[in-house]
Nanobody, 121 residues
Framework: QVQLVESGGGLAQPGGSLRLSCTASGSIHSIIAMGWFRQIPGKQRKLVAM???????GYADSVKGRFTVSRDNAKNTVYLQMDSLKPEDTAVYYC???????????????WGQGTLVTVSS
């Protein structure tokens, strides 16, 4: 079993910053990619940023130049540094990992419980 635990959400003012963290634990052979999605009530969950095990990254157009995803492979942890926050960044942010569990040959998509980010003055 693999779990993701997130931290770092909260309230920020427009133009401010927040940093999210997500750590994977459990029976893990390897992690292919980790990243962040976000969801507004009544809307689909959307990709924010992803990073692969070799450090390749991808971002939604709406966050390019403002958000930075990074990863500590030794700690099975992914970070999302969010700068120049806007009210439209308000959402529940979910950590995601594509994992190969111990003793398995196929990947498993795992989700965190979500952390609320609110950007408001």
């Amino acid at each position: 079993q693999v779990q993701l635990v997130e931290s770092g959400g909260g309230l920020a003012q427009p133009g401010g910053s927040l940093r999210l963290s997500c750590t994977a634990s459990g029976s893990i052979h390897s992690i292919i990619a980790m990243g962040w999605f976000r969801q507004i009530p009544g809307k689909q969950r959307k990709l924010v940023a992803m990073i692969t095990s070799d450090g390749s990254t991808g971002y939604a157009d709406s966050v390019k130049g403002r958000f930075t995803v990074s990863r500590d492979n030794a700690k099975n942890t992914v970070y999302l540094q969010m700068d120049s926050l806007k009210p439209e960044d308000t959402a529940v942010y979910y950590c995601n990992a594509n994992v190969i569990p111990l003793g398995k040959a196929s990947t498993l998509a795992v989700w965190g419980q979500g952390t609320l980010v609110t950007v408001s003055s």
